[in-house]
């Protein structure tokens, strides 16, 4: 019988012949962790007393750094620390790093065929570049660390397939909600969810990410999309080493299959408590206070140019803080080469460096007591971006800034 | 992993999120009895104050749904619960506890809070209010991490 993508990787990696259902102790090519999840990896690898597994290891630290308070910067001295001391070289620290998936991408680790693991649930973002890349948790990081493999369950595939031309305004981030309105945020758990068709090879990298990123909201354990020529374009800048391209067999066993139809994908907002709780932009006008743009979703380069498109020569409502927050450096460094910034600081928008920050409610934009939020961001669980009266709504970064341009959830076309 | 586990269950409701069980905010330590002490604060402020060892969690479907913070699963152990029961577990969720040595059964049971509850795992038997609940054993590959009581001593014992 034919493999899907995922049991190929899987097999590979474990050096055995497995399918969906079983469990392997796999070869991990990266194991990556942040600030949060980080210490506690290091305690549990130093608990076991092996060497690290030096070249597999990256650290990133983004949820709270630059340090909002004297415990974070305890818990990112630890990160740290453990990087100096152990002479591991992909330590990306502040000026350098940003949220630790875009960098994962970016600095060229993920790659066709790769097994990576993260200690953070978004890692299923790598999908995007046809990598099979999972979310761990810290202890299983640390473990990692010293024997450089670690068991996995081989997931079943749900195979999504989008065809057609999608309409005008519809971005990455509709997508990905219009799935999530399907599976529910349960509906993929423990799968990998394998996304194909025609709207999907028109779609750019950098939306396929968003996409793979919100796989995540509805259970998946990994995402993965074929590798095409914009794929291979965005890995000859930036990729390390060599590569495997691996692809579904025709004959391969779907745990099940969706399909849709790009006419029917329309540009949406998640409407709290739960990224599966979908509904048509045209029928959510809610005031709001903030309105944020950036993460491991859409914190892009493009993200940003779209924001900046929209709000270009304008002002946003004076009820509003408007929050860009690009999802690296390296995202910081090309949005200020391009003036955008000048264009988002002009419109009276709060431009930062990269940081998680407040996507997480951590820092530099908590919401506080009945404060409604949109955001370019994935979650908008009771009390994410703070206070737990705040309520979050999620959209595309077109969305978000045409909505702080109009002090409510707004379409671009308003503008 | 005790054979045998008694104590007063705590219901919960369905999409226990991470969040939830322990907000993003008090992540700047992994100190369980610090951690505990804001169980589900949102939710029920008094919750985690009511709580003994050895008490039993009962939940829905998808419980630990969210982040991949193991803080979650520290949370739950530095309250001293020493198994938590739900119809369905969020993927990371699980991994982290039985990576962590902490029992999870996945099963739905009818109970309120308060009720009294004798678990099996040998025969994989939960008694509760005079009824009874039979469970699906783990595969023996989750089993040898619970019993080696987490993952750290089973790759230790079993030199990966
Ligand atoms: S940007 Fe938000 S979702 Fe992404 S890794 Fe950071 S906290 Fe998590």
Known sequence: ?415 | MNDRITGNVWVLGDDIDTDQIIPARYLVTSDEKELAKHFMEYTDPELAGKIKPGDVIIAGKNFGSGSSREHAVLTIKGLGISCVIAESFARIFFRNAINLGMPLIEAKINANSGDKISIDFNDSVILINNKKYTFKKYPDFLKNIINAGGLINYVREYKW
């Open chain 1, 1 to 415: 019988m034919g493999k899907t993508a995922v049991e190929k990787v899987f097999s590979k990696k474990s050096h055995t012949d497995s399918y969906a259902g079983d469990y392997v102790v796999a070869d991990v090519d990266y194991v990556m962790v942040n600030d949060i999840t980080g210490p506690i990896a290091v305690d549990a690898f130093n608990s076991i007393g092996n060497a690290p597994v030096r070249d597999k290891i990256v650290i990133i630290p983004d949820h709270f750094v630059p340090p909002k308070d004297i415990k974070s910067a305890i818990q990112y001295r630890k990160v740290k620390d453990f990087a100096l001391n152990n002479g591991i070289e992909n330590f990306f620290d502040i000026g350098n790093g940003g949220v630790c998936h875009q960098v994962m991408m970016e600095k060229g680790f993920a790659a066709p065929g790769r097994l990576i693991a993260g200690a953070d649930s978004h890692t299923n973002t790598y999908g995007a570049l046809s990598s099979i890349s999972v979310g761990i948790g810290s202890t299983e990081a640390g473990v990692i660390f010293a024997t450089g493999k670690m068991w996995f369950k081989v997931p079943e595939t749900i195979k999504i397939n989008i065809n057609g031309k999608l309409k005008k305004g519809v971005e990455g981030k509709d997508v990905a909600l219009k799935v999530l309105s399907i599976t529910g945020h349960d509906g993929a758990t423990y799968k990998c969810m394998e996304f194909s068709g025609t709207a999907i090879s028109s779609l750019p990298v950098n939306e396929r990410m968003t996409i793979a990123n919100m796989t995540t909201e509805a259970g998946a354990k990994c995402s993965f999309f074929d590798t095409d020529d914009k794929t291979i374009e965005y890995l000859n800048k930036r990729v390390r080493g060599d590569y495997e391209i691996v692809k579904s067999d025709a004959d391969a066993h779907y745990e099940s299959i969706i399909n849709i139809d790009a006419d029917d994908i329309e540009p949406s907002v998640a409407v709290p408590n739960s990224p599966a709780n979908v509904k048509p932009l045209s029928e959510v006008r809610v005031e709001i206070d903030q309105a944020y743009i950036g993460s491991c979703t859409n914190g892009r380069i493009e993200d940003i140019r779209k924001a900046a498109e929209i709000l270009k020569g304008r002002k946003i409502n004076k009820r509003v803080r408007l929050m860009v927050v690009p999802a690296s450096q390296e995202v910081y460094n090309q949005a200020l080469r391009e003036g955008l910034i000048d264009i988002i600081v002009n419109a009276g928008g709060y431009f930062s460096g990269t940081t998680c920050g407040a996507c997480l409610g951590g820092y530099m934009g908590v919401l506080g007591p009945g404060e409604v939020c949109i955001s370019s961001t994935n979650r908008n669980f009771i009390g994410r971006m703070g206070d737990k009266t705040s309520k979050v709504y999620l959209a595309n970064p077109s969305v978000v800034a045409a909505s702080a341009i109009l002090g409510r959830i707004a379409s671009p076309e308003e503008i």
